[in-house]
């Protein structure tokens, strides 16, 4: 294990933004913390990284005992949302600075730098300020800083957070492409379980201080441990006593399925390849619940020749992942 | 650019002109007086270091001021305005209280060089701190994080980090500081006691010129102040360049 966290806990004041966390992290893994802002994620990046401390517990870095480590003695890479650069040095010695801390010879350092900059795509901005690089530049420049000093583990802090959905995306597929490459042990934070699912090979749910569950983004979508997951990593709807993912519901047009919803379309909507309903129960098998969501694709919809105000029977599909609805209130 | 004219230039112009009244040897002869040299000699040495000493205590008093939590800080915030608040005189009776003949501290400093520095010390020290001090709480903290877990000592940060970042506020503070400490004349001239050669600075010596009538004098030694400001300011500026894009 690369990155061993045992009962990590933190409190300011009476709030616990950490409460007894433990999670292993295996070595060259791309691993996510994902979940909803406030949750913790990155006051747990930031005690792996040195940069707060546990009020208890413990932190092991590749089988060290870091816990008591100072930020410095960790070898370990930082990158913040908002770039952290150092404004008055060009890119080329952005990059160099831990080199030249490490009292690396001048030739190597060179060489080392020549190869980041290359490897992030910023060869032809080595002398260029920070100041003249767009976002998503500035970043690559942060993550070949950090790599210059071949950490044992890289840690983002939702790196891609402060950049637009376009090169949000762009930037998401390249430090995949990268890890891949690079082969270091990354742990980045995100909020967005898409970039989560997209690029992680593991997921650690945090939510209020605590872990939800770790597996990889399969796992997590097809077997969630509890209803915080599931909402987290995709939309659910509630049918009777479960509560289920939309594309899990079967829509019937005829009654006669055991256990299924008599209910009648009130949406219809088409977005691409897919269509969206919302089914309103009948009154006697649930009354006053909100309507069910269903997607199904645009060719079965016609099939069943849907439309607006249409009958339907809903049951949930074969296989479907379920998890009891929460007490009705 | 007419307000600048008519505020700066017409002034400094007219300064010029007059000193030039009585043409280059005058000029010259004026400068060269022994009287006016120790003058300058003094005016120009004491100012130096004394902004040399703000460039250090201003810097620290601004870093205690930003970084450091500490009963009586929100005082020490508001005592560091009082030079500038103080009518000059005023400033220099106080000086005079605490460091002349009746000290109640021991320090007979009157009528010394050191009270002439006293003195500028005591006026300019707000200039770096007020400069340097919103820069400092400007400061990106994570930028000093990244250095550290890039393995950089809490000096190494300071020095390669922080430092260049304060160095424009930094020189700036140095030139008002300096270029106010040569022009100073209200909060010295009681401790200093003016003695010629020893503790009479620039602005008293212009002072005495124009009391005894002789404003080319007066305007000859204030152009060539002016020149040494001119060429503080400059050097300041060259410094800072290099600095700040050294990193
Ligand atoms: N320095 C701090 N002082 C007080 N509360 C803090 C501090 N840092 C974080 N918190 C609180 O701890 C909780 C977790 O914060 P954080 O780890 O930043 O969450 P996340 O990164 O998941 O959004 C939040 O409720 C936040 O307000
Ligand atoms: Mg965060």
Redesign the interface.
């Known amino acids: 294990m690369s990155i061993e966290v045992t009962n990590v806990t933190k409190k300011y004041g009476d709030f616990h933004a950490l409460d007894d966390v433990s999670v292993s992290l295996p070595t060259g893994q791309l691993t996510a913390l994902l979940g909803p802002s406030g949750g913790g994620k990155s006051t747990l990046l930031r005690i792996i ?3 707060d401390t546990a009020d208890s517990g413990t932190v092991a870095i590749e089988g060290t005992n870091a816990t008591k480590l ?3 003695k ?5 990158v ?1 949302q ?1 770039y ?7 890119v080329a ?1 952005n990059v160099a ?2 080199l030249e ?2 009292k690396t010879p001048k030739a190597e350092v060179k060489r080392r730098v020549g190869e980041l900059l290359e490897l992030v795509h910023l060869s032809q901005f080595a002398d260029r300020l920070p100041s003249q690089l767009s976002g998503g530049q500035r970043q690559r420049m ?1 993550l070949a ?2 790599l ?2 071949e950490p044992t583990v890289l840690l983002l802090d939702e790196p891609f957070g402060a950049l637009d959905a376009k090169v949000r995306k762009e930037l998401r597929e390249w430090l995949r492409r990268l890890h891949d490459e690079v082969h270091v042990t990354t742990v980045f934070v995100t909020h967005d379980q898409e970039e989560a699912m997209e690029v992680a090979d593991e997921i650690v749910v945090i939510n209020q201080g605590r872990v939800e569950q770790v597996g990889s983004p399969d796992e997590l979508y097809d077997e969630p441990a509890n209803d915080f997951v599931m909402g987290f990593l995709g939309e659910v709807t509630r049918l009777g006593p479960v509560r289920l993912r939309p594309h899990d519901v079967d829509v019937s047009v005829e009654p006669g399925r055991a256990g299924s919803f008599p209910g009648r379309i009130t949406r219809l909507l088409r977005v691409g390849f897919e269509v969206r309903l919302q089914v309103e129960l009948d009154p006697e098998v649930a009354s006053g619940a909100e309507p069910v969501s269903v997607v199904l694709p645009r060719s079965h919809a016609r099939g069943l020749d849907l439309e607006l105000g249409s009958r339907v029977w809903l049951t949930a599909a074969v296989g479907a992942v379920t998890v009891p609805a929460m007490v009705a209130v | 650019m007419t307000w600048f004219s008519l505020l700066v230039l017409i002034p400094l112009t007219a300064i010029v002109a007059t000193s030039a009244e009585r043409g280059w040897s005058g000029y010259v002869d004026t400068i060269t007086n022994d009287q006016t040299m120790a003058a300058i000699q003094l005016t120009v040495g004491q100012a130096a270091l004394v902004t040399g000493v703000n460039i250090v205590m201003g810097t620290l008093i601004a870093w205690v001021l930003v970084r450091d939590r500490f009963f009586g800080k929100r005082i020490l915030d508001v005592v560091i305005d009082i030079p500038f608040a103080l009518p000059t005189i005023v400033a220099g009776l106080v000086l005079l209280g605490l460091y002349g003949n009746n000290s109640p501290i021991g320090l007979d400093w009157a009528y010394t060089d050191r009270a002439v520095m006293l003195a500028l010390a005591f006026v300019t020290l707000p200039f770096i701190v007020r400069t340097v001090q919103p820069v400092l709480e400007e400061l990106d903290h994570d930028v000093e994080e990244a250095a550290a877990s890039l393995g950089a000592s809490r000096l190494t940060i300071f020095r390669r980090i922080i430092l260049p970042s304060l160095v424009p506020a930094i020189t700036a503070g140095a030139a008002l500081s300096f270029a106010r400490a040569i022009a100073e004349y209200g909060s010295l001239v009681l401790l200093s006691g003016n003695k010629p050669f020893s503790t009479e600075v620039v602005s008293v010596r212009v002072l005495s010129f124009i009391e005894n009538g002789s404003t080319a004098s007066a305007a000859a030694v204030a152009s060539l102040m002016l020149a040494v400001a001119l060429v503080v300011i400059v050097v300041l500026d060259v410094i800072q360049r290099r600095v700040s894009r050294r990193g």
């Open positions: 990284a040195g940069l100072p930020p410095q960790r070898n370990v890479g930082f913040f908002h952290a650069v150092f404004k008055h040095m060009t010695k600075f831990g801390i490490r942060a800083r950090a210059a000093v």
